[in-house]
């Protein structure tokens, strides 16, 4: 069969060859893509079908279809709301926190010089550290008996301030990590920014003897607002989604005072083998991230709009 | 080997002269101790071998899953032996503890044939076992073809052995007669004082015989101690933060985590008048004389921080004071060990247990080769080598613990620690109601805890409101 195909293919004329590759081009240039997006899909419509199922692996003969009884019963779950708001809370905090503090390193650090550059390299060294290491060694810097840090703070009249394994200050704790590591991050993209912004409304401002802060509020910061959403747009899908640090550090304790929803679908999964409600958690957590992305992509493209002065 | 050595050992293995005998012989021959030790688990194989034919699956190649861990290192010191014994080739992956049961849970759940045997603890099969990835043992074991006359399935402790067994049945006894043997242990931990004898003596504390004389102690060593505190106890926020010394006491109370009613439903019993009391004192032996990072604690901190003189004493695993007394530790030989009964009232400990052990997938293609091993890992010899050799601590096997060698290596280092394992045992055995929820409703007890130390939540309130949550999931998992 196969001989006789290719006796056919030998027979065709040039130009009916190329008709053939031609149609079938496209096709196979796009190929690639195709099979990369089935191999996301196919994962993705698996945990859609476990989050619709009553699935706990070690319950095997309860197992069915219970379509959104999983979604439902988080309504009336007070967990899966504290989950939620800590979350959120742990989002807003981080991105917030992590753009102020970047802005302000990359406004200082915006001339070009020896100095700055060696100091901008330098920043970046948290960034090249995996979180979960960052989060162990902020551990130990914090540990009551013999971490440096919790020695500072006796030196400074706070001898009981214990850090993550406290209520009260455990999500101060690890903002704080996360700030550590990811405020670099945001810095080099604000600094990218800030330097290939066009010299022409600066220098016009200079002539004019516009005074500083005015130039930073009407000109620089306008100019840099599609960056900083970019670096906000990353940090919050990625914020939303804490693993590592928190788990490393507290694995969402004390109480449930840390417990994001990626700890607590973790938990769910592997120590309560809850298939079902893991799955659900990550639906809700993949549709709050798609949310977040649409709305910054959006007014991301807005702004880009209006920047070329097509809006 | 030369021909008197070898019938020296010889005649030890098939018992007609004793072990003193055996040592002074061959001492008079010019062989060393280590020496004698290899020679009598060379000549123990070889009389393993006369009896079962053990070359059976000869060929056939195994591959486990173990954990980073004391008891595997013992495995793998003999497992030449076992290749020697049964001409079987054995590999292993082997992953450290953290990720262990992530590990353990993905093979499993995926069906994976890679694995053919592996280290499970026994509250672990209460997941594999109803979800069908592990076998139940009681097949082989009762099969006199596959299982050699020497095992002696009835020499191991018979609360241990027992704690691997469940029919499957939520709230079911375990080591019923319909149970099934999920695991065989390799070894097991009871949970027990380890207190340090050097800060002991010198502040002239007494070791502390209930959880009012505990809670006294504690607070009187924290005074005297300098940058360290009274007793460490875990606090993370897990399942493993209740089974060792929190349910050890809890127990010796006569309190369970949960009831079963005649319908065979379960429904949560911690928030009783006996428990809160109980809850309220370990709540405050937290607040005053734990560390101060105590919701962060697991056994390891626990457990190095025993071992650094960092706290005066810990109530958790005995085998955690084991290797905290070795050498290595700033408090190496100062760590002694004492039975505890919480419950005045009671008139010995009952510790809860925690015990390594091993499994047989479901999804091995060689059974039977794979039982091979898992007898062998698991029998008497086995058992006395990692004992007396290794760091084999605590042997589940009756006959290990009426060693003389190795009682007098435990007691030549280990101040009270065989004495203590002798109080215990009679009433060590896992605690918990085997069911398909433990992990959660134990995480759950554990945050529930935190919230307590922290003053979040009065005791009575935080018991009640926990047992609600539980009857909650208990009810909705139709159990």
């Known amino acids: ?311 | 080997m030369y021909e008197k050595e070898k019938d020296l050992v010889d005649a030890f293995v098939r018992g007609t002269i004793s072990r003193r005998s055996l040592i002074k012989s061959l001492g008079a021959l010019g062989v060393t101790a280590g020496t004698a030790g290899m020679l009598v688990n060379m000549a123990t194989t070889n009389a393993m071998a006369a009896d079962f034919d053990w070359m059976k699956h000869k060929g056939t190649k195994l591959k486990l899953l173990l954990n980073k861990h004391p008891y595997a290192d013992a495995m793998i010191a003999n497992i030449e032996n076992f290749k020697k014994l049964t001409g079987i080739e054995v590999a292993y992956d082997i992953f450290p503890e953290d990720v262990y049961f992530d590990k353990v849970t993905a093979a499993l759940s995926s069906k994976s044939t890679e694995y053919d045997a592996f280290m499970s603890g026994a509250y672990m099969t209460w997941t594999y076992g109803p979800a069908g990835w592990i076998d139940d043992l009681n097949q082989y074991i009762k099969d006199p073809a596959k299982t050699n006359p020497m095992y002696a399935f009835g020499d191991f402790l018979p609360g241990v052995i027992k704690s691997c067994a469940w029919n499957g049945v939520p709230g079911g006894a375990l080591g019923s007669a319909d149970a099934k043997q999920w695991c065989i242990p390799l070894a097991y931990e009871q949970n027990n004082l380890t207190y340090n004898k050097r800060i002991f003596d010198a502040n002239k504390l007494k070791v502390p015989k209930n959880i009012d004389e505990l809670l006294d102690t504690a607070k009187a060593a924290k005074a005297v101690m300098k940058d360290g505190y009274g007793i460490g106890v875990r606090g993370s926020r897990s399942w493993a933060t209740i089974h060792p010394g929190f349910l050890s006491g809890y127990s010796n109370f006569e309190q369970k985590d949960l009831n079963k009613d005649a319908k065979g439903k379960l429904t949560a019993a911690m928030n009783t008048p006996v428990s809160k009391e109980y809850h309220k004192k370990w709540v405050k032996m937290i607040q005053e004389s734990g560390a101060p990072d105590w919701s962060t604690h697991t056994w390891y901190q626990v457990g190095t921080d025993v071992g650094a003189g960092k706290s005066a004493m810990m109530f958790d695993a005995d085998i955690l004071g084991y290797f905290m007394n070795g050498e290595g530790n700033k408090e190496a030989g100062n760590l002694a060990f004492s039975g505890f009964s919480a419950n005045p009232a009671a008139k010995a400990p009952t510790p809860n247990i925690w015990i390594w052990a091993m499994a047989m997938s479901s999804f091995s293609k060689q059974k039977d080769a794979t039982w091979y091993f898992l007898q062998w890992v698991t029998g008497p010899e086995h058992d006395l080598f990692g004992a007396q050799k290794m760091n084999l601590v605590n042997p589940a096997r009756a006959s290990v613990w009426a060693d003389g060698a190795f009682r007098d290596k435990m007691t030549k280092s280990y101040a009270g620690y065989v004495e203590m394992h002798d109080t215990s045992a009679p009433g060590a055995s896992i605690k918990f109601t085997p069911q398909p929820l433990f992990f959660d409703l134990t995480t759950e007890w554990a945050s529930t805890l935190q919230k307590m130390v922290a003053k979040e939540v009065p005791v009575d309130e935080g018991l009640d409101k926990l047992a609600e949550s539980v009857n909650k999931q208990l009810a909705d998992a139709g159990l």
């Open chain 1, 1 to 311: 069969m196969a001989q006789s195909l290719s006796a056919m293919f030998d027979k065709m004329t040039p130009q009916f060859k190329f008709k053939i590759s031609r149609r079938w081009l496209p096709y196979l240039l796009s190929l690639p893509a195709l099979l990369t997006c089935i191999g996301i899909l196919i994962p993705f419509f698996t945990a859609v079908a476990y989050s619709l199922q009553r699935f706990r692996l070690s319950q095997p003969a309860g197992r069915r279809w219970n379509w959104g009884e999983n979604y439902l019963a988080f309504f009336n779950d007070s967990s899966f709301w504290n989950t939620l708001k800590v979350s959120v809370t742990y989002a807003v905090l981080t991105v917030v926190i992590e753009l102020l503090l970047a802005l302000g390193i990359a406004l200082l650090l915006q001339k070009r010089s020896r100095v700055n550059n060696f100091v901008s390299i330098m920043l970046l060294m948290p960034l090249m550290t995996a979180p979960a290491l960052a989060a162990l060694m902020w551990k130990l810097m914090t540990n009551p008996g013999f971490g440096i840090l919790s020695y500072f703070v006796k030196v400074l009249g706070m001898p009981n301030f214990n850090w993550a394994s406290d209520p009260q200050t455990a999500m101060f704790t690890v903002v704080l990590v996360d700030v550590w590591v990811y405020t670099p991050f945001i810095m080099i993209l604000l600094l990218a920014g800030l330097r290939s912004l066009p010299p022409q409304p600066f220098e016009a401002a200079a002539l004019d003897g516009v005074p500083r802060w005015f130039v930073f509020w009407r000109i620089t910061l306008p100019m840099l607002t599609p960056y900083m959403l970019t670096a906000t747009l990353f940090r919050a899908i990625e914020s939303i989604q804490q693993f590592d640090i928190i788990y490393a550090m507290t694995q969402g304790g004390p109480g449930d005072r840390l417990t994001v929803f990626q700890v607590e679908a973790y938990l769910n999964f592997f120590q309560s083998t809850n298939v079902g409600r893991s799955a659900a958690l990550m639906m809700i957590l993949w549709a709050l991230t798609y949310f977040l992305s649409n709305l910054f992509i959006k007014n991301w493209l807005r702004l880009r709009e209006r920047a070329r002065g097509e809006a």
